[in-house]
């Protein structure tokens, strides 16, 4: 959540092993961005062109977290966020919206740490003053 917050993709997608995939779905069609994301290029490319790295302001509140299955190399986290903010996307405008999250990390002994290896955002509402355009 710390580097969402930051809405800097570098620094966002350094948290996903190479392969990991993302899916985006759920209401309103997740604001324009429902779908299936493939490797870390495409995932930058979603976050740096979504509201989260185009946005004039953006916030995150209400986080909860839970670890629902843990080992050795792995871990399944489910939480729960709402965003807000304002898109520098004319079209889009003001934006909120809840999401109830589902992240699979995986251990790197190569990174010596934890990553992302599937993430599934399920946005419980979305709400915006316009369509989402994306470019890049």
């Given at each position: 959540?710390?580097?969402?917050?930051?809405?800097?993709?570098?620094?966002?997608?350094?948290?996903?092993?190479?392969?990991?995939?993302?899916?985006?779905?759920?209401?309103?069609?997740?604001?324009?961005?429902?779908?299936?994301?493939?490797?870390?290029?495409?995932?930058?490319?979603?976050?740096?062109?979504s509201f989260?790295?185009?946005?004039?302001?953006?916030?995150?509140?209400?986080?909860?977290?839970?670890?629902?299955?843990?080992?050795?190399?792995?871990?399944?986290?489910?939480?729960?966020?709402?965003?807000?903010?304002?898109?520098?996307?004319?079209?889009?405008?003001?934006?909120?919206?809840?999401?109830?999250?589902?992240?699979?990390?995986?251990?790197?002994?190569?990174?010596?740490?934890?990553?992302?290896?599937?993430?599934?955002?399920?946005?419980?509402s979305f709400?915006?003053?316009?369509?989402?355009?994306?470019?890049?």
């Open positions: 959540m710390l580097f969402i917050s930051s809405r800097n993709a570098s620094a966002i997608v350094s948290q996903y092993e190479a392969n990991a995939t993302v899916t985006w779905s759920g209401k309103n069609n997740a604001g324009g961005l429902a779908g299936f994301y493939n490797g870390t290029k495409v995932i930058f490319i979603l976050m740096n062109n989260i790295g185009r946005g004039s302001s953006f916030a995150i509140g209400n986080v909860t977290h839970s670890i629902v299955d843990v080992s050795d190399d792995s871990a399944m986290v489910n939480s729960s966020f709402a965003l807000l903010g304002q898109s520098g996307v004319a079209s889009m405008g003001n934006f909120n919206g809840t999401v109830s999250a589902q992240d699979f990390y995986v251990y790197s002994a190569a990174n010596g740490g934890w990553l992302i290896s599937q993430e599934t955002w399920n946005f419980l709400n915006a003053r316009g369509p989402l355009i994306i470019t890049g």
